[in-house]
Each structure stands twice: as C-alpha cells, then as structure tokens.
C-alpha cells in the first residue's frame, strides 16, 4: 500500500505525462498542416519535365524542372501522398519517370519558394492521375 506522499508523487508523475503527450500533439498537426500553402488557387505549368520521384513513406516527393517566361530553370519540389494513399488513385512506382513531360498542377507555398503540394498531373495523352480529391475552392491560375 503506497503512503500519502507517495501516491502525490504518482499522481503528478501521470498528471506530467498527460500534459507531455498533449503538448506533442500540436508539431504533430503542423507536419500535416497546410498553413504554408496557398490553398485556394493552383499553380499550373503545362511544361514540366520530370526529374525525380521518391516513392516513399511518409510522404512521396516528386522533382520537376520547368522553363521560366525569362528563360530561367526553375527546380521544383512537391509533396505527396504516401503510396497507400496514392495507390487507390491508380498511381503506381512507375507513373512518373524521370524525363516525362506533362502539366502539372499544386498548391505553392505562401513565401514564394518553389515547394508545393501536388494535386493533378495530366499527360500529353489526357490521361491525369490526381494526388487528392479536387477542392471546390480551388481555382487554376
């Protein structure tokens, strides 16, 4: 049987825990957030060419390159999806290639550098495979 200081020792050792595990629970949700983004309108770039994709957990990462109106290459990063997510979309490890044109459209970051998070991406063919399901507010610029 435990003595009274000892069951407060106890009780505030499981009062710290709770308040730990909470205070975790906020850069958990900001890992996941979409605040850096502008989420109501995309980017589109017709002409991108596929430099990499990295198929992996926890999210895919997808590389492309793209001519600016000046003549500049811009390098572009995109998150993605992990893979279960993706699969049911019928995107597959090989969907993408390095060296592939196509248009592609995201969501860029709110501070101007070239990151976004990936929404479609059309093939010269038409076919398009879509990384989440379309948002009614957003508008392709």
């Known amino acids: 049987m435990m003595t009274e200081s000892e069951g407060a020792y106890v009780k505030r050792g499981g009062f710290l825990a709770v308040v730990l595990l909470f205070s975790m629970t906020r850069p958990v949700m900001?890992?996941?957030?979409?605040?850096?983004?502008d989420m109501t309108s995309m980017?589109?770039?017709?002409k991108?060419?596929?430099t990499e994709i990295e198929w992996t957990n926890p999210h895919c990462q997808i590389r492309f390159d793209v001519t600016s109106d000046?003549?500049?290459?811009?390098?572009?990063?995109?998150?993605?999806?992990?893979p279960?997510?993706?699969?049911?979309r019928?995107?597959?490890?090989k969907s993408l290639q390095a060296g592939d044109a196509v248009k592609i459209e995201f969501h860029a970051a709110k501070n101007g550098s070239p990151f976004g998070i990936?929404?479609?991406?059309?093939?010269?063919?038409?076919?398009?495979l879509r990384a989440y399901p379309d948002r009614p507010?957003?508008?392709?610029?």
């Open 30 to 37: 900001a890992h996941h957030g979409t605040a850096g983004y």
């Open 48 to 50: 991108a060419t596929i």
């Open 84 to 88: 279960s997510m993706l699969a049911p």
């Open 43 to 46: 980017t589109a770039f017709a």
């Open 118 to 128: 990936i929404q479609r991406v059309t093939f010269p063919d038409g076919k398009m």
């Open 70 to 82: 000046k003549g500049d290459l811009q390098h572009w990063t995109l998150e993605a999806p992990p």
């Open 137 to 141: 507010d957003s508008k392709t610029e």
């Open 90 to 93: 019928e995107w597959t490890r």
